[in-house]
């Protein structure tokens, strides 16, 4: 065995398993590289200008989001930019979360090189991914709500809501437009009575007119207690998480939508 | 997790079915994900829902996954890859989860819709795609299923 057989060898095992796919304006390169789950490395080149611009197509930073890291702030956030910029990448018209970078036509190998290892060490903050117990239940009912809200409604976490003391306490959502304004707060299963009772306070205790406050209780009505409902109806409306639409339907009675969405 | 579990949800058993429309919302910047939830009648999994994840970079390379499951104990019993290699599979392939290991093994489809390998797909297209997954997973489309393009 020699140099030249062991670089044969790898030059071999390279393009052997190397495949191109056109692609728009330019080619996809399927690389013989995985990442964590797998599946393939794959880089986009495009001609732009005098050279090419190699992109791995936010790629990495789709895995992540699947794998469930966040890289809108916090520590894989840091990381992935360090990685970026210890790749020497200079990330040419690259949107937030892509690995990208331009150069020569001479050195194109390096560039898409390159971009699949810088992809691949992003694709490995994988591990950072909390291990947490599970989606709280406040930021259920914040995604649901912010899904049928769109564009046409003002949402605020964790909004003050006014006591008749004069004071102010925090519920989870107010969901506002063209000047009116419902107040939701969710009420989760993990301690039900404790839950319900900090609702049944906070609501009973506030300025804000009942047909405007909205208790959203975690899973289905046959996992609460009918006192509990009851309870909690004296004071707002009670909708159940686990029925598909009631809670979109009582905000959109309560909160209707702006008169110009309505013109057009 | 049992091997019981896994098989009874993904057959008729479950009786699973989706419940309400797509919600889409936008993780790390860039990837639009959408999530239906499915109901089924294994308590001892839920809950349950189908998430498509779709990068507008790669438009006709979405994926599709169903979670089982929460936290800990949460899990993506099936994953499918529209256009993505996963050797010794050139493209379109599935993942599959088995009780007791995390490996997931892949396969290759054959009943997913072919989806050209271009930076733009047909309208109606991933509509198409989710049906086409939740029915190898035996999860029924709901009276109430409301389809939003991502």
Redesign the interface.
Known sequence: MDAATVIGAVLRAVNDHT?V?P??DGL?V?LPL?YG????V?VLVEPMGSGYRV?D???A??L???AG????AGRAAEAFGEILRNAGLNGVNA????VATFGAPDDLGRLILDVAQASLRADQLRWLAP?????RFVDRVT??V???AGRTRKLQRDAQIPLQSGRSRPVTLRVANDGTAAYVQAVSLRDPDQAAEHCYHVFGLSTIPREKRVAALDGSEQKWSKAIVAELRTVSDVEFF?D??SLERQLEKMVPPPQTALRS | MTAANLGALLSPLAQAVTLGGIAWTTKNRVVREGTVRVNTVIPVLAPCRLRMTVNPLKPSEPALQYLVGDGRSGFSARRLCVNTPHSPFPGTHKHRVEPGGGDEGAYEPDDIPAVPLQPRVAPGTYRAILEAFAAECFIMIGDDFAWVEP
């Open positions: 495949v796919h692609y728009g996809l399927d995985t789950d797998g599946d393939g794959r992109t197509r936010a790629t930073a789709t992540l989001a699947m890291v966040n890289l809108t949107i937030p979360g892509e291990r947490q117990a599970g989606v995604d649901r912010a899904a049928w686990d598909p639409l």
